[in-house]
């Protein structure tokens, strides 16, 4: 159903996309369909800019659509005097314009009969099928959506459910609202305020996830027309007094066209002036603008590797702003987005903004969803290698927001979420571990990266590696960064590979470099989220799941950290002589002490050391201690191991904090024949608990497979002997 009227405000600067001239469609729509052998003049407009995208398009079922569209429509007339079809065939010709194939085209036609007129579903299902009936079905569910600000959360909300199956819906919506936008002249001011404020919170940013750039950019003029009419104006006049600018733009696209013709590279280099609103931010950002400033160089080419062989001969000839540079052809946006940005400077300093891309990368980036043509038809040039788009009519990004609203009962958490995650207007890329990336919005941390890469599995997760470093869930990740998730029910031999490649004293300084907050950050997978995860979360599905999962299991949200604020010695440790221990020192009468600092055990390679009270300490030999020993004259003194199997050693463990930690440590301790002789768990920081054991073992051999252990029981990423600075005498 259209918002009747004219507009007053139309562009004077929109480019490349003909408007229909209602009038004459209007006269052409009162005479009635043409002949039989022809396509009524009224829809020619239509069926030119079909064929033009699809030279092949069979526009039988166009003519059918136009003269049942027309048929059920004669007599209806919209506020602005237009008959009413002028609405259906401007909303079909935007489309078309944007290479919509012939089902798209023939429901926009449609869109209006069943909600306005006496045709029902079953007879679009008879006379066009179900796939034409199903999407005509979607947009009427869609103009039956009060976007009220009462009613928005859940009309809204069934509006996705509606629409969520194939987005060809959410297209003809969009070209819909844009022909109503381009028409909302006569309605009152209040009501212009109240659509142009919905389209800016949420069809405007439903465009941009599309990715139909065409439309989006439109309806932003628009909408800032409407709700900033003073600002909307001092741009227009920037603009107007601005009308020559495009000459130095003209200088340096000839400039660009003579590099490439010599190198060889067959390219079409065009400007493309910035629209209102574009031209309204680069003036908050930049102050006064250049000429170079009201527009962008467009370079187009035939295949991918032409795109990085431009790049190199415009960096080559012109000196290039390394900062602005960016690759969306190997990391495609979410919306499909491909292209490579980056600026140069022309021989009399001005800078250009110039995009590079091919043919095909340009149709995705102006239409977006609506580029893929037939979405049942695989196309694989434009699919991210990721994977984000498998199903072609699902964008991922759609796919999770209904997830999201299956999740939430409660509408207007779902539509405070929506909006959040529409608002969002920068977007980040993250590696995972398996090469795939995740697309995420900036400030995203690695709880946002769990819940993404592995939904509700992600209330297992236990921590997180990015690039390489073990790393807080709380960590906030950048663009570019590798993120490799850590479940505490992953496979135990991968964990352990992970855990014995960590370096412990980089991760601590690593999670404090971050701040991590104070409280508990992870659990294991029997307890679930912590609440502390919201603090962290960004985007709403992980908010959503996390909240779930908490009102699921209240219990779960109150348990407490689980470990001791405070030393919990389990015994006292007494301080052993190196006989009890099978070492032996080469000094009569000495008696000898294993050094705190690296705990050697047999059969490490050993040397002493003699200190106060004729006492010989044993260290390693590969000890940051015996360096310094010998460094200050210290002489070593020979020191072997006696044949007693038994050893006392100490282990320091490093976990995330997690109820019932310490029982299963120590569990896994005893079940290896290990006696526990002394232990301390320090006091939580950053959500991160040290134990530091000292264990009598039965037989030394037996020290790897204990670690090992260890290491498996969930929560623990670090298993060392203990690596304590000592004293130098």
Same mark, same amino acid.
């Given at each position: 159903?259209?918002?009747?009227? +004219?507009?007053?405000?139309?562009?004077?600067?929109?480019?490349?996309?003909?408007?229909?001239?209602? /009038?004459?469609?209007?006269?052409?729509?009162?005479?009635?369909?043409?002949?039989?052998? /022809?396509?009524?003049?009224?829809?020619?407009?239509?069926?030119?800019?079909?064929?033009?995208?699809?030279?092949?398009?069979?526009?039988?079922?166009?003519?059918?659509?136009?003269?049942?569209?027309?048929?059920?429509?004669?007599?209806?007339?919209?506020?602005?005097?237009?008959?009413?079809?002028?609405?259906?065939?401007?909303?079909?010709?935007?489309?078309?314009?944007?290479?919509?194939?012939?089902?798209?085209?023939?429901?926009?036609?449609?869109?209006?009969?069943?909600?306005?007129?006496?045709?029902?579903?079953?007879?679009?299902?008879?006379?066009?099928?179900?796939?034409?009936?199903?999407?005509?079905?979607?947009?009427?569910?869609?103009?039956?959506?009060?976007?009220?600000?009462?009613?928005?959360?859940?009309?809204? /909300?069934? #509006?996705?459910?509606?629409?969520?199956?194939?987005?060809?819906? #959410?297209?003809?919506?969009?070209?819909?609202?844009?022909?109503?936008?381009?028409?909302?002249? $006569?309605?009152?001011?209040?009501?212009?305020?109240?659509?142009?404020?919905?389209?800016?919170?949420?069809?405007?940013?439903?465009?941009?996830?599309?990715?139909?750039?065409?439309?989006?950019?439109?309806?932003?003029?628009?909408?800032?027309?409407?709700?900033?009419?003073?600002?909307?104006?001092?741009?227009?006049?920037?603009?107007?007094?601005?009308?020559?600018?495009?000459?130095?733009?003209?200088?340096?696209?000839?400039?660009?066209?003579?590099?490439?013709?010599?190198?060889?590279?067959?390219?079409?280099?065009?400007?493309?002036?910035?629209?209102?609103?574009?031209?309204?931010?680069?003036?908050?950002?930049?102050?006064?603008?250049?000429?170079?400033?009201?527009?962008?160089?467009?370079?187009?080419?035939?295949?991918?590797?032409?795109?990085?062989?431009?790049?190199?001969?415009?960096?080559?000839?012109? @000196?290039?702003?390394?900062?602005?540079?960016?690759?969306?052809?190997? +990391?495609?946006?979410?919306?499909?987005?491909?292209?490579?940005?980056?600026?140069?400077?022309?021989?009399?300093?001005?800078?250009?903004?110039?995009?590079?891309?091919?043919?095909?990368?340009?149709?995705?980036?102006?239409?977006?969803?609506?580029?893929?043509?037939?979405?049942?038809?695989?196309?694989?040039?434009?699919?991210?290698?990721?994977?984000?788009?498998?199903?072609?009519?699902?964008?991922?990004?759609?796919?999770?927001?209904?997830?999201?609203?299956?999740?939430? =009962?409660?509408?207007?958490?779902?539509?405070?979420?929506?909006?959040?995650?529409?608002?969002?207007?920068?977007?980040?890329?993250?590696?995972?571990?398996?090469?795939?990336?995740?697309?995420?919005?900036?400030?995203?941390?690695?709880?946002?990266?769990?819940?993404?890469?592995?939904?509700?599995?992600?209330?297992?997760?236990?921590?997180?590696?990015?690039?390489?470093?073990?790393?807080?869930?709380?960590?906030?990740?950048?663009?570019?960064?590798?993120?490799?998730?850590?479940?505490?029910?992953?496979?135990?031999?991968?964990?352990?590979?992970?855990?014995?490649?960590?370096?412990?004293?980089?991760?601590?300084?690593?999670?404090?470099?971050?701040?991590? =907050?104070?409280?508990?950050?992870?659990?294991?997978?029997?307890?679930?989220?912590?609440?502390?995860?919201?603090?962290?979360?960004?985007?709403?599905?992980?908010?959503?799941?996390?909240?779930?999962?908490?009102?699921?299991? =209240?219990?779960?949200?109150?348990? =407490?950290?689980? #470990?001791?604020?405070?030393?919990?010695?389990?015994?006292?440790?007494?301080?052993?002589?190196?006989?009890?221990?099978?070492? $032996?020192?080469?000094?009569?009468? +000495?008696?000898? /002490?294993?050094?705190?600092?690296?705990t050697p055990v047999p059969p490490d390679a050993v040397t002493g050391f003699a200190v106060r009270g004729g006492v010989v300490t044993v260290h390693?030999?590969?000890?940051? +201690?015996?360096?310094?020993?010998?460094?200050?004259?210290?002489?070593?003194?020979?020191?072997?191991?006696?044949?007693?199997?038994?050893?006392?050693?100490?282990?320091?463990?490093?976990?995330?904090?997690?109820?019932?930690?310490?029982?299963?440590? @120590?569990?896994?301790?005893?079940?290896?024949?290990?006696?526990?002789?002394?232990?301390?768990?320090?006091?939580?920081?950053?959500?991160?608990?040290?134990?530091?054991?000292?264990?009598?073992?039965?037989?030394?051999?037996?020290?790897?497979?204990?670690?090992?252990a260890m290491r498996d029981v969930p929560g623990v990423y670090d298993v060392s002997r203990n690596q304590r600075r000592a004293a130098t005498g």
């Amino acid at each position: 159903m259209s918002a009747e009227a +004219a507009n007053p405000g139309a562009h004077s600067r929109r480019r490349g996309r003909p408007r229909i001239d209602l /009038r004459r469609l209007g006269r052409a729509a009162l005479l009635g369909p043409a002949a039989r052998d /022809r396509l009524p003049d009224a829809i020619g407009h239509v069926a030119d800019a079909h064929r033009a995208h699809h030279p092949d398009a069979d526009l039988a079922t166009l003519h059918q659509a136009y003269v049942l569209a027309e048929s059920s429509h004669r007599g209806q007339f919209r506020k602005s005097g237009e008959p009413y079809i002028t609405h259906p065939l401007a909303v079909t010709l935007i489309l078309a314009e944007l290479g919509a194939e012939t089902t798209t085209l023939t429901a926009s036609l449609l869109h209006d009969t069943v909600e306005d007129t006496e045709v029902t579903l079953n007879q679009v299902t008879a006379q066009f099928g179900d796939e034409v009936a199903y999407l005509v079905d979607g947009v009427t569910k869609l103009e039956k959506v009060d976007y009220g600000a009462a009613a928005e959360p859940e009309t809204f /909300r069934k #509006m996705l459910v509606a629409t969520g199956n194939d987005v060809r819906v #959410m297209s003809i919506k969009l070209a819909d609202r844009l022909h109503n936008m381009r028409t909302l002249g $006569v309605m009152r001011p209040e009501k212009q305020a109240r659509i142009a404020r919905v389209t800016s919170d949420v069809l405007i940013p439903l465009a941009e996830r599309l990715g139909v750039q065409a439309l989006k950019t439109e309806l932003e003029d628009l909408v800032f027309a409407i709700l900033r009419p003073e600002e909307y104006e001092r741009t227009r006049v920037l603009i107007a007094e601005n009308a020559s600018a495009g000459a130095a733009l003209d200088t340096m696209a000839e400039g660009f066209r003579t590099v490439l013709r010599e190198a060889g590279i067959a390219a079409e280099v065009l400007i493309r002036p910035r629209h209102f609103v574009s031209v309204h931010r680069i003036s908050l950002k930049r102050g006064e603008l250049r000429g170079t400033d009201f527009g962008r160089l467009l370079v187009l080419v035939g295949e991918d590797a032409d795109c990085y062989g431009v790049l190199g001969e415009l960096h080559t000839c012109f @000196t290039p702003v390394i900062s602005e540079f960016k690759d969306f052809i190997a +990391a495609p946006k979410f919306n499909l987005y491909q292209s490579l940005h980056t600026a140069v400077a022309g021989p009399g300093g001005a800078v250009a903004e110039v995009l590079i891309r091919t043919h095909q990368m340009h149709k995705v980036a102006e239409a977006g969803v609506i580029a893929l043509g037939n979405p049942y038809t695989p196309v694989e040039s434009v699919e991210p290698a990721d994977g984000e788009r498998a199903d072609p009519t699902r964008p991922g990004w759609l796919s999770r927001l209904l997830e999201w609203q299956e999740s939430t =009962p409660d509408s207007d958490a779902f539509w405070t979420s929506l909006r959040a995650d529409l608002a969002q207007d920068r977007e980040i890329t993250v590696f995972r571990a398996d090469g795939g990336t995740l697309g995420l919005p900036a400030g995203a941390s690695c709880v946002d990266a769990a819940y993404a890469q592995y939904g509700e599995r992600a209330h297992a997760c236990i921590g997180a590696r990015v690039n390489g470093r073990l790393a807080t869930l709380s960590t906030v990740l950048v663009d570019g960064d590798t993120v490799q998730l850590l479940l505490a029910h992953d496979n135990p031999e991968a964990r352990r590979d992970a855990r014995r490649d960590a370096d412990r004293d980089t991760f601590r300084d690593t999670g404090r470099a971050q701040g991590a =907050p104070a409280a508990q950050d992870v659990q294991d997978a029997v307890s679930g989220p912590s609440p502390d995860w919201l603090d962290h979360a960004r985007t709403p599905g992980a908010r959503i799941a996390i909240t779930a999962w908490l009102e699921a299991h =209240p219990e779960g949200a109150a348990a =407490p950290a689980a #470990m001791p604020r405070g030393p919990a010695p389990v015994a006292q440790d007494a301080e052993s002589p190196a006989t009890a221990a099978g070492a $032996v020192a080469d000094l009569p009468d +000495a008696t000898v /002490r294993l050094a705190g600092c690296c705990t050697p055990v047999p059969p490490d390679a050993v040397t002493g050391f003699a200190v106060r009270g004729g006492v010989v300490t044993v260290h390693r030999e590969q000890c940051p +201690a015996v360096s310094r020993m010998k460094s200050l004259a210290r002489e070593p003194i020979p020191v072997h191991w006696d044949d007693t199997a038994g050893c006392r050693v100490t282990l320091v463990a490093e976990s995330f904090g997690r109820p019932h930690l310490l029982a299963d440590l @120590t569990e896994a301790i005893a079940t290896e024949g290990a006696a526990i002789v002394s232990a301390t768990v320090e006091p939580p920081s950053e959500q991160r608990v040290r134990h530091t054991y000292t264990l009598q073992l039965p037989d030394a051999a037996k020290l790897p497979a204990l670690m090992r252990a260890m290491r498996d029981v969930p929560g623990v990423y670090d298993v060392s002997r203990n690596q304590r600075r000592a004293a130098t005498g």
